[in-house]
């Protein structure tokens, strides 16, 4: 769960944005901008925090009472083998020796839920972490590294799945049945589609990191809506809301059955006016876009 070091919610100093083109980091930055906040965003071209000598650099461009997103990560598209986990971990070391050249006012790291074991149905904060891959151990790494090292308050953020137009990693779910069915008026699902997911879109993501933000909050928070759906069901709210038929296509299975639920009452105790967009809205967004 959440503190709230700052109940009334005012947000001093810049926000630097570690990641920022990255689909979370991207989003989170333009809608801190919207809303009139300074925003420092870096990018792996311009400071690569996989070489520690960095550290310095980035602690000199820090100021006291700047708060820091740490989006930056490899995801598993890009990589993840044993020299993936290796080069994430590099990078939180190096912004944790940032920090302990140039403290700052406030931290928010953004995790996942691959922290927790596929055999939870139902998840919450308090669940066990047993992550079953070296994406998911790497994060849970993080995570105790950032605990250990960082001294101001720290949020971790453990986001479930996320959609958007312009997510680029393609995963299995909304973003891709999106593209396919503008693509090829074809959904191709993993088995019948049985297993049962929560699926947040992007602008709630930055929502909730600026409420993190104002009130300076620390603790751990899933981000998920609390609305699981199967993917058969998804493929075909998708195909409903295209302008194009689109035929929904179930093929041999050759995983198991998973299933994931979320208790989102922490979210509910944390921010009690935030309401999360619909599926059905998010998806028309995300194909308007």
Do not use: W
């Amino acid at each position: 769960m959440l503190i709230h070091e700052n109940p009334k919610q005012t947000l001093q100093g810049r926000v630097i944005i570690v990641g920022a083109r990255s689909f979370l980091g991207a989003a989170t930055m333009s809608h801190l901008r919207a809303a009139g906040v300074v925003v420092l965003g870096l990018t792996s071209d311009k400071l690569d925090l996989r070489d520690m000598s960095n550290a310095k650099r980035l602690g000199e461009m820090l100021r006291p009472n700047d708060s820091v997103i740490m989006f930056a990560a490899l995801t598993p598209d890009k990589g993840h083998d044993i020299n993936a986990m290796v080069d994430n971990l590099r990078m939180a070391e190096t912004l944790c020796a940032a920090l302990d050249h140039q403290p700052c006012a406030h931290v928010i790291y953004f995790s996942s839920d691959a922290v927790y074991s596929t055999n939870d149905v139902i998840i919450n904060e308090q669940s066990p972490t047993a992550p079953i891959n070296l994406y998911g151990c790497m994060h849970l790494a993080r995570e105790l590294l950032f605990q250990s090292r960082v001294k101001c308050p720290l949020a971790i953020l453990r986001p479930t799945m996320v959609y958007g137009a312009e997510d680029s990693h393609n995963a299995y779910g909304p973003n891709r049945f999106g593209r396919e069915a503008r693509k090829t008026q074809k959904v191709t699902l993993k088995g019948k589609g049985e297993e049962t997911r929560d699926h947040v879109y992007i602008d709630d993501i930055a929502k909730i990191t600026f409420l993190c933000l104002r009130h300076r909050s620390s603790g751990v928070l899933n981000v998920a809506t609390g609305k699981s759906i199967s993917f058969f069901d998804l493929a075909f709210l998708i195909a409903t809301i295209s302008k194009k038929s689109v035929e929904v296509v179930c093929t041999e299975r050759s995983t198991p059955i998973t299933n994931r639920h979320f208790d989102i009452t922490a979210t509910k105790i944390a921010f009690p006016e935030f309401e999360f967009t619909s599926l059905k809205e998010g998806l028309e967004r995300a194909q308007n876009a």
